[in-house]
């Protein structure tokens, strides 16, 4: 068996670890003994260090190579095999996700037209991502507060890129480590959920002296744009997210016909592009009307009259500007 031969060469290694042990014991003794010697000895004996040391250095750094890939290569293998087992099992109320691996395989074998991570799938996954995020955020005032409320992000639909762009964001990290153990996943959850929450709270207070949520008065924050509380939800949803959320959208995507799933692709993404300029611009018109900055065009005028303060308010319902001077 392949892994047994690589068992056998470690145990090689280990051997010869020994015997060059004790040979380095004697080249200890000369050194500790290199006053007694001539010039041409101590020279000829600097040079024989030098080349061990040398030796000594890339033998290191390529035993860690390997140390890194056989401890990668454990850890996905009993992932793989792990969640194979549980792939699709049937829960009290509902299957479990497929396993990333299985879905991988599906992909090459069927030549699906968002296999991988193409510009199809990036694309059909900020989409979902940016509904299935307000979705959940709607849900959750509702059950914490008693209340719908608009957490949309973009003037037509319940989309949010927000929740778009995050979800891209974890799946172009965490894609790589789909078949890793949970851990991976976690930690990247909470380092690129937290810089994308920082980046999106800096670019839109800079652009339009807004803000959409102020994290200040809780406790390990950062400028009021991220905490730990919230970088630690990012870590759980990381894990959902590559584990749970991305394979049953992927399979999904499956079973989408490629002509048909190109076609819808290219549409919802012009779409989203159309969304969010206008977006852009209402939001920005918006701020002006805040600062009382009077129409000056025909392009004020239209997104004054379309995009109104009172529409405006019901759509980015937790939006709020800095008035002050």
């Known amino acids: 068996m392949p892994l047994k031969n690589f068992e056998d060469l470690s ?7 020994s015997r060059e042990s004790e040979r380095y014991a004697l080249l200890y003794e000369r ?7 001539t010039n041409e000895e101590q020279e000829a004996l600097a040079n024989e260090v030098k080349y061990e040391v040398e030796t000594l250095e890339k033998t290191s750094a390529k035993l860690k190579k390997v140390q890194r890939w056989s401890s990668d290569q454990a850890d996905e293998l009993k992932t793989r095999l792990n969640e194979g087992k549980k792939s ?19 992909e090459t074998k069927s030549k699906n037209f968002a296999a991988g991570l193409n510009f199809y799938k990036i694309a059909l996954i900020c989409i979902s991502g940016s509904f299935a995020g307000v979705v959940v955020e ?7 507060n008693g209340y719908i409320e608009s957490r949309a992000g973009l003037v037509y639909g319940p989309f949010n890129l927000l929740y778009g762009v995050g979800a891209v964001a974890l799946t172009l990290i965490l894609y790589r480590y789909r078949n890793r153990s949970t851990a991976f996943s976690f930690i990247g959850g909470i380092v690129i959920g937290s810089i994308v929450e920082y980046v999106l709270s800096w670019w839109q207070e800079t652009l339009f002296g807004s803000t959409s949520w102020d994290y200040s008065e809780i406790p390990f924050n950062i400028n009021g744009r991220i905490c730990l509380l919230y970088s630690v939800f990012w870590g759980f949803l990381g894990v959902m997210w590559i584990k749970s959320i991305y394979p049953r959208v992927a399979k999904i995507i499956l079973k989408i016909p490629n002509k048909a799933g190109k076609i819808i ?3 919802l993404t012009v779409f989203m592009v159309f969304n969010a300029l206008m977006s852009l611009c209402s939001v920005w018109r918006w701020s002006q009307r805040v600062h009382n900055v009077p129409a000056s065009s ?3 005028e239209f997104f004054d009259k379309r995009f109104p303060d009172s529409r405006m308010e019901r759509i980015f319902a937790n939006m709020e500007f800095d008035t002050e001077d």
């Open 265 to 267: 692709t290219l549409a």
């Open 138 to 144: 709607m849900l959750w005032c509702l059950i914490r």
């Open 88 to 106: 699709e099992s049937k829960r009290r109320f509902l299957r479990r996700a497929p396993a990333n691996s299985v879905i991988d395989y599906k």
């Open 31 to 37: 050194l500790a003994n290199q006053n007694d010697m």
């Open 298 to 300: 025909a392009f004020d």
């Open 11 to 17: 145990d090689e290694i280990l051997d010869m670890q």
